[in-house]
């Protein structure tokens, strides 16, 4: 089984491409943190993950209309790992989590105004409290990704 949830914070602004075939394709981060006492110590600290998270078709456009830099999202989907040749001939491998529902968690909107003010990015149009974005049923690894 292959499924992932992740709960945490826009690293950045999505980043919004299409295929050549007119698909839409959205990039973010979603920073998540953890806690955890280390070995023969007793104070807690912790440790921030940040997850590169696909979207594509509906939900890129969604998310990239609705999300912003500080957005507390909830993220359902699957780990894949591409690979994919350099210009000089060497492979690489990129690991991320390819989306199938996105939804904004409450608060979200104060922390997306908040960031998207202090970076002159536009502010985004906040998601319906309590609603997901819309997903879809293709399978999306039928097309490259652009970038």
């Known amino acids: 089984m292959n499924s992932v949830q992740l709960v945490g914070n826009l690293a950045r602004d999505p980043e919004i491409r299409f295929t050549k075939t007119g698909k839409a394709i959205a990039m973010f981060t979603v920073a998540v943190t953890r806690s955890y006492i280390p070995a023969g110590s007793q104070e807690t ?34 780990m894949s790992v591409r690979s994919y040749e350099t210009q000089d001939g060497q492979k690489r491998y990129v690991t991320e989590v390819v989306a199938n529902f996105v939804a904004q968690t409450m608060g979200s909107e104060k922390r997306a105004a908040a960031a998207a003010s202090q970076t002159s990015v536009p502010t985004a149009k906040p998601a ?20």
């Not at 912790?46 to 609705?66: Q, S």
């Open 45 to 78: 600290r912790e440790l921030t993950d940040f997850i590169p998270v696909v979207a594509w078709g509906n939900l890129a456009e969604t998310c990239g209309n609705n999300l912003a830099k500080g957005s507390r999202v909830f993220v359902e989907g699957r």
């Open 128 to 147: 319906a409290e309590g609603k997901g974005f819309d997903s879809f049923g293709k399978d999306a690894n039928d097309e490259e990704i652009p970038f």
